[in-house]
């Protein structure tokens, strides 16, 4: 169980602390970006058209980053202290993990560059070009190498379910994101016609369910019982909940595609599994707020578990909406409007985002041995990412259920923009709440990590 884990006082966690400074530099560029592309929503001039600074290019670094600069390494960190701890050893080789968190940080330039000279395949989620794809994949395979290695000399005979979630995440994506970014064809990175849309959206939404909901699952199984310091509720509820996952997961995303002439047997078992992803979901929240229960004021003195438990509660809100938007009657109204990018929002900013930052926040003391820099700046970071999510969620329903009916009953583009122009400034708004969190965060990590020798003044 995580609260017996132990290891030996020579650990480092140098892999851990690279993974935790790259989230926390990537996240203020990641929100930067967005800041300024919804402001540009409602502003189209206010860059003066400077090529790199286009909204058609900001959109795609945005959301790459914040994927792949933010999330993603926020949750490895968690991993590559979490998975030594319950196996009780040492992770197999820091100095492959520090290649991995450079070679992961150029591929984030890379990206950054590449995008905002216009280089890109144009799909969803995959607008990277080849040789970032090889060096992402590359790190997926080093990362899959380093942990299976650490579980081969462990010295904790039984694999605690975090480890299977760890696992399983790294190992599939890079599967999934070399299938989605057809790895295997250079020179366009897509394959021809229906197939190519089926194929994006398979890895589309399975770099969700495949690589953020995994690695966050693993982290709050972790978390969760350490802060309430109880064991969890039920081992066998939790690897119910990851094969769902597995199986139920894999097959949804389809559902981005129900007005396009795939199979309609691909459809049917998209929307199917959509409305089953139940299953693991409520695995997943009934073990760990059963863990939680009687727990709570735990959890609120202890800035990572507040994180983390919020992370879960946004978890619910997104997998209920994500069931719904399947079944075609609503996406009829929904498909293509702010409602879809609401539901982004919640799920990675909400649910992973929040997970990963509590997870950063509680393995940073004890890997450094020393208190977090600044608990203020902790909790006011989790305020303005909390109020910000919310913002966006209700902001941003709001205006795609304007925009889903004007377009179902008939109206065009541009006479539902001045509708939903309020819409877009309040989201601007709160898109500055992020931003300030990301750079007090940025601040705070940093002095967490790095503190001032003893007898300075703090």
Request: with cysteine; hydrophobic share 50%.
């Amino acid at each position: 169980m995580p609260e017996n884990a132990t290891q030996p006082d020579t650990a480092t966690y140098l892999t851990a602390r690279g993974f935790c400074l790259t989230s926390a530099a990537w996240m203020m560029a990641a929100t930067l970006a967005g800041l300024v592309a919804a402001i540009e929503l409602v502003a189209p001039d206010l860059t003066g058209n400077i090529a790199w600074l286009l909204f058609s290019r900001l959109r795609p670094i945005h959301v790459n980053l914040v994927l792949f600069g933010f999330v993603t390494p926020g949750l490895l960190a968690s991993a590559s202290y979490l998975v030594p701890r319950l196996l009780k050893t040492e992770l197999y080789s820091e100095k492959l993990g520090l290649l991995t968190v450079g070679l992961w940080n150029i591929s984030l330039v890379a990206l950054v560059a590449t995008l905002a000279t216009g280089h890109t395949q144009g799909r969803e989620y995959a607008e990277m070009v080849w040789p970032i794809d090889v060096g992402i994949v590359t790190a997926f395979c080093l990362i899959f190498f380093n942990f299976i290695m650490t579980v081969k000399k462990r010295k904790e005979k039984i694999l605690y379910v975090s480890v299977w979630y760890v696992l399983g995440a790294v190992v599939l994506t890079a599967c999934t994101y070399s299938m989605g970014n057809v790895i295997w064809k250079p020179d366009t990175g897509a394959l021809s016609g229906i197939p190519d849309a089926i194929l994006l959206w398979f890895y589309g939404h399975n770099i969700f369910g495949l690589l953020l909901t995994p690695l966050s699952a693993a982290t709050a199984y972790y978390i969760i019982p350490q802060v309430c310091r109880t064991p969890l509720y039920s081992h066998t509820l939790s690897l119910l909940g990851f094969w769902a996952l597995i199986v139920i997961y894999t097959h949804i995303g389809t559902h981005h595609l129900l007005q396009v002439p795939v199979p309609t047997w691909l459809k049917v078992i998209a929307i199917v599994d959509s409305v089953a992803m139940v299953i693991p979901v409520m695995a997943f929240l009934i073990n760990i707020w059963y863990t939680a229960r009687g727990k709570l004021g735990l959890l609120h003195s202890d800035i990572g578990g507040k994180f983390v438990f919020t992370g879960t509660i946004m978890y619910f809100i997104v997998s209920i909406r994500g069931s719904i938007m399947a079944l075609p009657d609503v996406q009829r109204v929904t498909h293509f409007s702010h409602w879809v990018v609401s539901h982004a929002h919640v799920g990675v900013l909400g649910f992973a985002g929040m997970t990963a930052l509590g997870g950063l926040y509680f393995i940073i003391p004890r890997i450094t041995d020393q208190p977090l820099f600044s608990r203020f700046l902790a909790d006011f970071q989790y305020w303005m990412v909390l109020i910000g999510v919310v913002g966006f969620t209700i902001i941003l329903t709001i205006s795609g259920l304007i925009q889903g009916n004007g377009w179902l009953n008939g109206e065009t583009v541009y006479r539902i923009l001045p509708e939903i122009h309020i819409y877009n400034i309040i989201r601007a708004s709160f898109g500055v709440l992020i931003f300030l969190s990301s750079i007090a965060g940025f601040y705070n990590i940093l002095r967490s990590l790095f503190p001032k020798p003893a007898g300075e003044t703090p």
